[in-house]
């Protein structure tokens, strides 16, 4: 594919279910990244992926929050027993590692179109 | 712990005119990069351009440039010729290198930028 995809768009859930939002990177990307981004706020990084390992869990916000990530590549960001609170756009990025342009020494996020989760 | 404030919510500009957006930052790191995103309401974030902090010299994309005040912690972005398709949302971001090896962007809060024909 020639972007970050991520589904369902939009998910609208009853307080307490659980969710399941997906993420597909692009091909042969080895860093996945989650962000939440809540009403008139900026990015809020979630989880980071290397292959399959995800060595920087510090942003999820608590326990009922998980993700996976298989054959180094779709990743699932799992929220169980949802709150109004939980409300936001749940954002994908992934990057190549490990490879910096020539002068640069930064890998590019590229972003998918978020899934905008309602709790009600 | 690095902060990033943009103090503008919404800004306006009249076509084809000159808007400067706001952003400043907190960090005692010496080595990071700094970003401005677009995201448009279609949601995808686009990277619009990339400073590093080593160089003095202020990145320019087309129409799209930055000052860049190391000492004073500023980043601000000039958009010239304003274009309708530049309408957005646009996030002012800061990067390190985490204790885990990923790259950690930090971003503020946004300014939403309207366009008037």
């Known amino acids: 594919g020639a972007g970050v995809s991520q589904s369902p768009s939009n998910k609208v859930t009853e307080k307490g279910k659980d969710v399941e939002l997906r993420c597909d990177p692009i091909?042969?990307?080895?860093?996945l990244y989650w962000y939440r981004q809540r009403l008139g706020q900026g990015l809020e990084f979630l989880i980071y992926?290397?292959?399959?390992?995800?060595p920087d869990k510090s942003g999820l916000p608590s326990d009922r929050f998980s993700a996976e990530r298989t054959g180094e590549s779709v990743s699932t960001l799992t929220i169980q027993r949802t709150q109004q609170e939980d409300s936001a756009v749940y954002l994908c990025?992934?990057?190549?590692?490990?490879?910096w342009g020539a002068g640069e020494r930064y890998n590019e996020q590229f972003f998918g179109p978020g899934t905008r989760l309602t709790v009600l | 712990a690095q902060t990033v404030t943009q103090s503008q919510p919404e800004m306006s500009v009249q076509e084809a005119e000159t808007v400067t957006l706001s952003c400043t930052y907190d960090?005692?790191?010496?080595?990071?990069?700094l970003f401005w995103y677009k995201q448009p309401p279609s949601r995808q974030m686009i990277l619009v351009i990339r400073?590093?902090?080593?160089?003095?010299q202020n990145a320019t994309e087309n129409r799209f440039s930055v000052n860049f005040q190391k000492a004073a912690k500023s980043f601000s972005l000039k958009i010239s010729d304003s274009q309708l398709g530049d309408a957005a949302m646009y996030f002012c971001a800061y990067r390190i290198i985490s204790n885990f090896g990923n790259e950690k962007l930090t971003f503020g809060t946004g300014t939403r930028l309207t366009i008037i024909p």
């Open positions: 400073q590093e902090a080593y160089k003095q």
């Open positions: 960090t005692s790191e010496s080595d990071y990069y």
């Open positions: 091909s042969g990307h080895t860093a």
């Open positions: 990025a992934s990057s190549l590692e490990g490879v």
């Open positions: 992926f290397q292959g399959n390992s995800a």
